[in-house]
């Protein structure tokens, strides 16, 4: 039994293969619509979700399968004390896959441990987050063609995005990609990162701290809220919450077929005007978390029609 906790528990062809399963889903639908007939998902949600819990319910739903539930530690048993590895072993017996997020690192790994059914991470405080960078996969293929041959900006809070961890763990594997990590010098990526991943494979990147300096650059531009929820301190907070707005002054700067992706939600740093600008395309990359959920839930239940 396979279980999805990091963005490098796929290698690139099983990546491939994914994707050539989600975009079968957009061109096909109804071939799926039956597959996971009398399946059920669980999704386990200890932390706030409108995306990733939707969607993951909706690719279940698409898939003619049922999903059943929480979207807070306050509504299930957590609240009573109960373990991530009791109340696993009580899903295992209810649905026959589960997607978690939680709010502490490694929770999903833990439950994964615990379980006799496969359990997908939807996101664990601020560490990782592989089914948002299956997402972004998907939204970089379709739009850009490929996963070579980028210059990849990363901006914001880029050291609890758990979004961008994920994804740096994943490109990085593929040829003649570089990176610019636009942060304060507060939420600069996590040394491991730095040390284990960019550094560990000889990657191409630099850190630097004002956007218009390197839009023109860009062929990718990978925007991120400042994470609230992980601050221990809310002055630091309401200090760097701010420290980037791309707006349409700064777009008049960046490549013509340079695309803007998000993983949302949003709150300051876009520019509400930005969202008519054919590059901005954050809503589209939410639609494509369906069709790569919908592949991914059948893969784990080994359910792919021929
Ligand atoms: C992200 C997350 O939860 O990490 N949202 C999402 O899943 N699409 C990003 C965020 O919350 O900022």
Do not use: W
């Not at 994964?112 to 939807?122: E, F, W």
């Not at 600069?188 to 990162?193: A, C, F, G, R």
């Not at 993983?263 to 930005?274: G, K, W």
């Amino acid at each position: 039994m396979k279980h999805v906790i990091n963005a490098l528990d796929f290698t690139v062809e099983e990546i491939d293969e994914l994707i050539a399963i989600a975009e079968d889903i957009m061109m096909y639908p109804d071939k799926y619509s039956e597959v996971c007939k009398g399946k059920k998902l669980a999704t386990c949600f200890y932390e706030p979700s409108t995306r990733t819990r939707l969607s993951f319910e909706s690719a279940m739903l698409s898939l003619g399968g049922s999903v059943l539930g929480f979207s807070s530690g306050e509504s299930s048993s957590a609240a009573k004390g109960e373990s991530v590895a009791d109340t696993i072993r009580m899903i295992s017996c209810y649905a026959d896959i589960c997607a978690m997020r939680h709010p502490k690192e490694g929770a999903p790994f833990v439950a994964a441990s615990y379980s006799s059914i496969p359990v997908i991470n939807a996101g664990d405080g601020g560490h990782n987050h592989p089914t948002q960078t299956l997402t972004d996969l998907l939204t970089i293929k379709n739009l850009k063609g490929r996963f070579s041959h980028l210059t990849v900006g990363f901006c914001g809070d880029l050291k609890f995005g758990r979004t961008v961890h994920s994804l740096i763990d994943a490109l990085v594997r593929y040829n003649d990609i570089k990176f610019i990590m636009i942060s304060p010098k507060e939420l600069e990526i996590p040394d491991y990162l730095r040390k284990e991943v960019l550094d560990a494979r000889g990657t191409e990147y630099r850190e630097v701290n004002i956007l218009e300096d390197v839009m023109p650059e860009l062929d990718l531009l990978y925007m991120t809220r400042v994470q609230q929820e992980r601050f221990f301190n809310e002055e630091d907070y309401i200090r760097l919450k701010d420290s980037f707005i791309l707006d349409n002054k700064k777009m008049s700067l960046a490549k013509e077929d340079m695309f803007i992706l998000h993983p949302l939600p949003r709150v300051n740093e876009i520019a509400v005007e930005v969202d008519s600008d054919p590059r901005a395309v954050y809503f589209k990359q939410a639609k494509y978390g369906v069709y790569i959920r919908m592949a991914l839930i059948m893969k784990l239940l080994e359910v792919v029609p021929c």
